[in-house]
């Protein structure tokens, strides 16, 4: 009925907080740069960039299931948007969105977090072919 709603919130919140965080990470580089860090320190990916691999995650997913409640008669173009409220099944309705809803963000949350342990393991290990100085 209404599942979408709870990863589209997220997917707002973490839209703000990459925003703020992107700003305050190019600045940081931009002051480092100043200071002659290396440049191998500066490139590094961000967290704001690995946070909107999340942000793409959730717009997509909420998009998909909005576009699928739609399709069945869910949602509608008109005020209240949403049938469950329309036809008096609100508690049904947020007792999806508390299940459901929350178990959908909650696990494209921990997959999220997979993505970003793997790709800092990844960027951890040395590159073949490159000789390291001892």
Not at 7 to 13: K, N
Not at 50 to 70: D, Q, R, Y
Request: hydrophobic share 50%; glycine share 6%.
């Amino acid at each position: 009925m209404a599942c979408f709603i709870v990863p589209g919130t997220e997917a707002v919140v973490t839209t703000i907080v990459t925003k703020v965080l992107k700003k305050k990470e190019q600045e940081q580089a931009k002051e480092a740069l100043k200071e002659g860090v290396a440049l191998d320190e500066v490139k590094k990916t961000p967290f704001s960039h690995k946070l909107s691999w999340l942000n793409t995650m959730l717009w997509g997913g909420s998009a998909l299931l909005a576009f699928e409640h739609v399709w069945h008669g869910e949602v509608m173009p008109w005020f209240p948007f949403l049938t469950a409220i329309n036809n008096g099944e609100v508690m049904e309705m947020l007792s999806e969105m508390s299940t459901v809803g929350v178990s959908m963000a909650v696990l494209i949350t921990l997959v999220w977090g997979a993505m970003v342990a793997v790709s800092s393991a990844l960027s951890k290990r040395p590159v073949k072919g490159i000789e390291t100085e001892k």
